[in-house]
């Protein structure tokens, strides 16, 4: 601000008198500016005084108004009423409080959540799901799960879960929170949902997802926890594309090392949530997050899917070595081979994916925590010693009590993958895996694949 005598040319003499100019639109030389359109125009904008000199501020066109007396020593040139200071300032508050407000979501009341799903997974989750549902306000108490109706020692196992609160066909010995509602009839399940959580196995979605359309609620956001991919003419599908294109919504991942059983049993345990929305990956922390299930979070969906899906194929790997009595070191070896491969194929088919994303849970401690735990592993492990009497159909149908094995199928759509693009020789262990798993090559060929000196596996693969 200027005082009069610091003003050039500006000569001492009486008091002078200078009414409270206010600017609204007119130009600094008397004409009438251009007035600003749209929503972030308000009338009562002021033009800061600071650093005008004295002549351009005598040309400011000036509203009648009681002069205020200067005395020329000290003070400023120009006042503006503390009061209207204050009420310009309340006026462009809320101005700009109205603008945010009309960019931000209405709120429609607590989220409804629903799993479209109940194996020991699905179950796992909705231990997690139901409780946090129960105490945040802004997620709706009670939880549907859709559960494919079946009979367990001559009851309804629906009837079972919403009486005992158990799921004692896929995770016996485990109490669920009474919140979660078992539904038989997937559209029912659904009906009005504002978020729908996936945890099935992937060759039942096709036929899921279509009895699913329009019973959600019209900004229904989908999460996809499917550890698998799918194979078509344009190459690797991913199935959060699948849901995402049937049911036209935004669609996220949870994948991370969370083996179902010490999920259930509440043992610490990190997750990573890979999203495309912001805002929809903050809604499915709040439902996914607790202080023993820590969720990490991934803008990079095809990043996380992938890993949660190749991580699968690997864990065969790793089985095979523990069925062949091979020792930690051959089993760190197949992990840190894998990895790379994982790494090559997810970059090689979905070039935005990040390098970052395989340090997150869902890359490499899913990986390792795969190869030493989980179903995978165990069934790749008495395939071998079947020495060929059993065949992995077999051994699930004996170890899985209707679970189902998705690393065989992800074997096999990626070995067409690679076959069809001819890759084969680039992925020496998921290629040697298929063989093994598909084609009845023996379980040391993968040691012979993986150790083979560069140019010479050719006859092997």
């Not at 610091?6 to 206010?22: D, K, N, Y």
């Not at 130009?27 to 002021?46: D, I, L, Y």
């Not at 669920?176 to 060759?203: M, R, T, Y």
């Not at 809604?283 to 997050?289: E, G, S, Y």
Request: hydrophobic share 40%; charged share 25%; net charge negative.
């Amino acid at each position: 601000m200027l005082a009069a005598s610091e003003v050039s040319g500006f000569a001492a003499g009486p008091p002078l008198a200078v009414p409270s100019i206010r600017l609204r639109g007119d130009s600094f030389f008397g004409a009438k500016a251009a007035q600003p359109k749209g929503p972030w125009h308000t009338s009562s904008t002021r033009m800061p005084l600071e650093g005008r000199t004295r002549s351009r501020l005598l040309c400011l066109k000036m509203e009648d108004e009681k002069p205020k007396t200067y005395t020329g020593q000290n003070e400023d040139l120009v006042d503006i009423r503390a009061e209207e200071v204050t009420s310009t300032r309340e006026r462009m508050l809320n101005t700009i409080s109205g603008i945010v407000k009309g960019l931000q979501p209405e709120d429609k009341g607590p989220k409804k959540v629903a799993i479209v799903g109940s194996g020991n997974w699905a179950c796992a989750i909705a231990c997690i799901v139901g409780n946090n549902c129960k105490r945040h306000k802004q997620l709706e108490d009670n939880v549907n799960m859709w559960v494919f109706e079946e009979e367990v020692d001559g009851r309804k196992l629906t009837e079972i879960i919403n009486t005992e609160h158990e799921n004692t066909k896929y995770l016996p010995g485990i109490k669920l929170p009474e919140n979660i509602i078992a539904v038989p009839d997937v559209g029912e399940a659904v009906k009005d949902a504002d978020v729908l959580i996936f945890c099935l196995p992937h060759q039942f979605l096709d036929k899921v997802c279509g009895q699913v359309k329009g019973k959600h609620a019209d900004e229904c956001i989908a999460v996809s926890l499917i550890k698998a991919v799918e194979f078509d003419d344009t190459g690797v599908v991913l199935i959060s594309d699948m849901i995402r294109k049937q049911l036209n919504m935004d669609v996220s991942v949870l994948m991370g090392a969370n083996l179902a059983g010490e999920v259930a049993k509440g043992s610490f345990c990190e997750t990573t949530i890979g999203y495309r929305v912001k805002r929809n990956g903050e809604l499915l922390k709040l439902v996914f997050n607790d202080p023993l299930f820590r969720v990490g979070m991934a803008q990079d969906v095809d990043g996380v899917e992938v890993c949660g899906a190749l991580k699968n194929v690997v864990a065969l790997g790793a089985g095979f070595c523990d069925g062949m009595g091979l020792g930690q070191n051959s089993k760190g070896a197949i992990i840190r081979i894998g990895l790379g491969e994982m790494v090559a194929f997810a970059q090689t088919h979905f070039p935005g994916v990040r390098d970052s994303t395989f340090f997150e849970s869902c890359g490499i401690a899913d990986l390792v925590v795969t190869c030493y735990g989980g179903r995978n592993r165990q069934c790749a492990e008495a395939f071998v010693k079947a020495d060929g009497a059993k065949t992995f159909e077999d051994i699930e149908k004996e170890l899985l009590n209707g679970q189902k094995l998705q690393g065989t199928l992800t074997a096999l759509e990626v070995f067409r993958i690679l076959e069809r693009d001819g890759q084969l020789e680039e992925y020496p262990l998921f290629t040697a895996i298929y063989r093994i798993a598909f084609e009845g090559a023996p379980p040391e060929s993968m040691i012979a694949a993986v150790s083979c000196i560069e140019n010479e596996c050719s006859a092997l693969l």
